[in-house]
């Protein structure tokens, strides 16, 4: 018994030996993580660091008496190939150029002061028609609609060459033109250059930027009234914002009106540059951007004020439409009370042989 | 008194050579451990890998490989070995805190190789000394992201924001990450940098040789420049070169680019689970290739044989109107 307990106890003391220097040995020759070491990251507390993200509010308000105008706007939608129908394209314009929504905030100032808002939309069927051979030249589907018109937005480049003549006759007509391109308007396709011919306007390659004083966004330029504007189109407006915007200019009769803030620079040239944004010539308002009237961006800086004054401009023009049945319409049932309901409704029997309005398909 | 007779006791000469015999037995096996331990130094600098797109499994191995480095006493200097165009902002945040960690510790060198841009640059900028090859490409410090747009109203979700927020707040959430990564750059580098934070925010790449002039790197010199650098700033004289290679080692993910954002791809024959869209990234966007470019080539009859070159082209021009953010022609 005795034998028994001397060998057991041999055992503990042997075993608590060895695992109690294993434990001892293990604890001494630790390698795990040691205490990181304490940073300071002030740059990630900066109390600039986070963008303000309030939208803000716009208040579009025009100025402007005149009787009731019909405006129309073209947003670009291609005459071929699923082109919206009826209300639903109206809603919609069928495609991802500009969109109902993206020219509410001046629709609704025009509406509001009682003026018709009429939108251009292309009738394939007709454009087919009026492609056919033999009979005589007439106007095409937009000169039928600017016969009724008394000011232009457009949003689009590659007019054919009759179309161009009928917007330059518009123009002659004491017709108002907006027109709103983009950077990238002329960057895969032709066709820009002939319409600023036709307005004596011209745009630049490339757009503008600025890295130090922007509206969240570098593209997203802060623009001021050019030096010597004193237009009415700057009335209230200390900046506006436009989003992705090109350098616009305009014939020596023609004026600057919005200029980039200083600091701002060129795509193409990576140099400062000041040429304007939106320039004006009597009845012509070029603007190097188009997303300025989106609601979202009606709501940055002053650009509610400069969308009531573009608003003022298009129906302070001196115009009086013919009419359907005046000298650009000859014939058709052109409705004429629809100006919310274009497209499907307005079926005047085109005039056969309408030969470039094939061409319209193809810019 | 002395009997004759033959002793089983070893002579004095026996027990000598006994003992020598025993001990030179035990001496061999002993003598590759003592060589061994006096031969091998006790300092080690220890390279760790930073390679492929930046994303959570390289940046769990990042992180683990250096808190390893920083609780081993025999590793006395660190080399980065970089070569990325960058990935996702929080993997490279990870890193670049763990760097920077490292950093407070012991020398930390970082190397790049062809690339290391972007969120790649993010993480090494805390090392104490960026070493590049003459054709390197390093920086790129921005964000690459589409241009937020409306969405049409959906009725269901709880709150207005559920489905994603307004535009311009989406522009703001944009611009504030964008912002985080240049000054966290302009913390770390921005007494080395030749411009002003402006510039950096420009988002341009520049070859080693540029990038020694404008302080976007220190030094040209290769991964062994880089190496003896970081052991003589740590006075190591001797030691040995512990490679650590980090990330998933089956080479996934790979990123491509589509016309409106980066995709993380996680199989060559993906499925709905191995394609992660990354809509916000820190990458160096023209370092990644487009998906049209990488089908074409992997159809097994090549476009150009069908003359159909035209479809990448197109997508080039798309690409571009998309990224501008203006309206699609």
């Known amino acids: 018994m005795n034998r028994i307990g001397t060998l057991a106890a041999a055992f503990v003391v042997t075993l608590a030996t060895i695992t109690g220097g294993a434990a001892l040995t293990g604890y001494v020759t630790a390698d795990g993580a040691a205490p990181a070491p304490e940073i300071q990251n002030d740059h990630y507390l900066d109390d600039d660091l986070v963008a303000n993200a309030t939208p803000g509010q716009a208040t579009v308000e025009m100025e402007s008496t005149a009787r009731s105008q019909t405006v129309l706007v073209d947003p670009g939608v291609e005459p071929s190939g699923g082109a919206p129908t009826g209300l639903l394209g109206l809603l919609g314009f069928g495609g991802p150029d500009v969109a109902d929504r993206d020219v509410r905030p001046l629709a609704n100032a025009l509406i509001e002061n009682g003026h018709d808002v009429d939108v251009y939309v292309p009738d394939p069927e007709q454009q087919r028609r009026a492609a056919g051979p033999g009979g005589e030249q007439g106007p095409t589907q937009l000169g039928e609609r600017l016969a009724e018109a008394d000011a232009f937005v457009t949003f689009r480049t590659d007019y054919d060459a009759t179309e161009l003549g009928e917007i330059e006759s518009f123009v002659e007509s004491g017709g108002h033109v907006i027109v709103a391109t983009e950077p990238d308007a002329a960057f895969d396709e032709p066709g820009a250059a002939a319409l600023d011919a036709t307005l004596g306007v011209t745009t630049e390659s490339g757009y503008v930027y600025n890295m130090a004083e922007n509206d969240l966004n570098y593209q997203r330029v802060y623009a001021e009234p050019a030096a010597d504007s004193g237009s009415a189109l700057t009335e209230g407006v200390d900046r506006a914002v436009l989003p992705s915007a090109t350098p616009v200019g305009t014939t020596l009769a023609g004026s600057d009106v919005l200029a980039p803030i200083e600091g701002s620079e060129l795509s193409t040239t990576r140099a400062p540059t000041e040429a304007p944004l939106l320039v004006r010539t009597d009845g012509v308002v070029m603007v190097g951007d188009s997303d300025f009237l989106s609601p979202e961006n009606a709501q940055r800086a002053d650009n509610d004020a400069l969308i009531g004054n573009l608003a003022d401009f298009l129906v302070s023009n001196d115009r009086t439409p013919p009419g359907p049945g005046g000298q650009q319409a000859p014939s058709g049932p052109t409705a004429p009370g629809g100006p919310t309901a274009p497209g499907g409704p307005t079926g005047p029997q085109p005039p056969a042989g309408n030969e470039s309005a094939e061409n319209a398909t193809s810019g | ?329």
Not at chain 2, 164 to 178: K, S
Not at chain 2, 210 to 222: C, H, L, P, R, T
């Open chain 2, 1 to 329: 008194m002395s009997t004759k007779k033959p002793s089983t006791a070893l002579t004095s000469r026996q027990q000598l050579a006994a003992v020598v015999l025993a001990a030179a037995v035990v001496g061999a096996v002993l003598a590759p451990s003592v060589y061994a331990a006096t031969n091998d130094p006790d300092d080690t600098v220890a390279v760790v890998e930073i390679e492929g797109p930046v994303n959570t499994a390289l940046a769990d191995d990042v992180e683990s490989e250096l808190a390893d480095v920083r609780a081993n006493d025999s590793v006395g200097a660190v080399v980065l070995k970089m070569d990325t165009p960058g990935g996702a902002p929080v993997a490279s945040e990870r890193m670049y805190k763990a760097v920077q960690r490292t950093s407070e510790q012991m020398t930390v060198i970082a190397s790049v190789q062809s690339i290391s841009a972007s969120g790649g640059y993010y993480a090494m900028a805390p090392a104490d000394e960026i070493y590049v090859l003459p054709t390197s490409t390093v920086g790129s410090i921005g964000l690459n992201a589409p241009a937020p747009r409306s969405s049409a109203p959906t009725q269901g979700p709880s709150g207005p924001d559920k489905r994603g927020g307004n535009e311009i707040q989406t522009w703001a959430q944009q611009q504030t990450l964008a912002d985080t990564f240049v000054s966290a750059m302009m913390a770390e580098r921005g007494e080395e940098f030749q411009m002003p934070r402006e510039e950096v925010a420009k988002a341009d790449v520049y070859l080693g040789t540029e990038a020694v002039k404008n302080g976007f790197a220190d030094e040209i010199g290769s991964l062994n420049e880089a190496v003896h650098a970081a052991a003589t700033a740590e006075n190591l004289g001797e030691y040995r070169v512990d490679t650590r290679e980090t990330g998933p080692d089956t080479g996934f993910p790979f990123l491509l680019r589509t016309d409106a954002q980066v995709v993380a791809i996680h199989a060559n024959d993906p499925g709905y689970g191995d394609v992660k869209p990354m809509g916000l990234s820190y990458v160096h966007a023209p370092a990644v290739p487009h998906v049209d470019a990488v089908e074409r080539f992997s159809e097994s009859d090549l476009a150009v044989d069908r003359g159909g070159a035209a479809a990448g082209s197109g997508a080039t021009g798309n690409e571009s109107a998309r990224l501008a953010g203006g309206v699609d022609a």
